[in-house]
């Protein structure tokens, strides 16, 4: 493999602005325990500290069958304390920008670092539980779309469950897959539709907890859609994961269509991952729509919230995204809002509509702030205009 100078050099700038940032933490925490009277040696502190800091990471390396559970453990712990860090680090730089303040208005009090940085680490404990709340108690939201279409015979009203970025593997389990199979069952949709990122990269911890015996009990009158989003790229088991899909009764569409009752089409974009093995890694949306009839509703769904015009102009009536998490923690949306079109919510796309979700599950840390987990419930109106 012809490794680039320039992703070294992005690798190591990345590791050194990852390490300073924990120095500035950890050396934090060191202050506020001399200033609370604990006794911590460096060593005592910061072996177990570089452990947590980079367990998101050790914990992906392979490693034999015994030592599995340490690399599971590593990577759980390294994935909550990511939301550590980034909280951890804004609030350490509030704490010194009043100290600072305070230094230059007169001097800062001799309890300032123990208070301060209790304060700081109330607040993270605060926020975690409330985040982890946020994370595991889905909500539904709910959606009425109305789609002109001539000559309708029929059936003209669809309820159909989405669910977006399940990310199920080690944090995200069966507990909270049980959660989404009652909430999509009691609303008797006549159709499921889950575009991207059910599982979270690997395929193991999906097959190791039999969470397809679980999955498998998703109800609807007319089927079961996915596409595939970027994390079952990066787990490398993609014919794997289509396959335990189909074992389901879940049809994953890549770069495919499918009629529904003759009434409509679901179509399924690969995910905008496949684009980097070349121009041909995956169908332009008219090429996929060409030979469709456009007379009929066409839900399109696509992981990633991207090429809105083009997905219009083509022909569908309804693009249904994900990826985006909206953020999944505060301050992050302020990131997403600006990267995407639409990265949450709804809107109205010419005569085509466009609803974003946040997701099911969560990547990294389970942990939500002005985010939801949740599921969309779409009433799809089909009308003659």
Known sequence: MNIQPRFIVLVALLLTVYSGINYYIGWHLLEWADAAGIGLSPYGFWIPFALIAYGFVI???????????????????????????????????????VRLILWL???????????????????IAALLLFGSRNAWSPVVRSHELRVDKRGLEGRTEWTIAVASDIHLGNLVGRRHLRRLVERI???????????????????????????????????AEHGIYAVLGNHEYYGGHTEHYVEEMKGLGIRVLQDET???????????????????????????VRELLRELDLRKPVLLMDHQ????????????????????HRGQFWPNHLFTKRLFELDWGYMRKGAMHVVVSSGFGSWGPPVRLGSRSEIIRLKLILQAP
């Open 59 to 97: 914990g992906r390396i392979p490693l034999p069958i015994p030592l599995k559970p340490v690399g599971r453990l590593l990577k759980v712990t390294g994935s909550v304390y990511i939301f550590v860090m980034e909280i951890g680090l804004l609030l350490f730089l509030l704490a010194d920008a």
């Open 105 to 123: 208005t007169g001097g800062v009090p001799d309890a300032y670092t123990l208070y301060s940085g209790g304060g700081v680490l109330g607040a």
């Open 185 to 219: 069952n009691a609303m008797k949709p006549d159709l499921i539709l889950l575009p991207g990122d059910v599982i979270d990269d690997s395929i193991e911890p999906f097959l190791r907890n039999r969470m397809g015996e679980v999955l498998g009990q998703l109800r």
């Open 258 to 284: 499918a009629e529904v009752d003759g009434r409509l089409y679901v179509v399924g974009r690969k995910d905008k991952t496949a684009e980097a093995s070349g121009p041909d890694g995956r169908l332009s």
């Open 305 to 324: 919230p991207t090429q809105f015009a083009k997905a219009e102009e083509a022909g569908a009536d309804v693009l249904l995204s994900g990826h985006t």
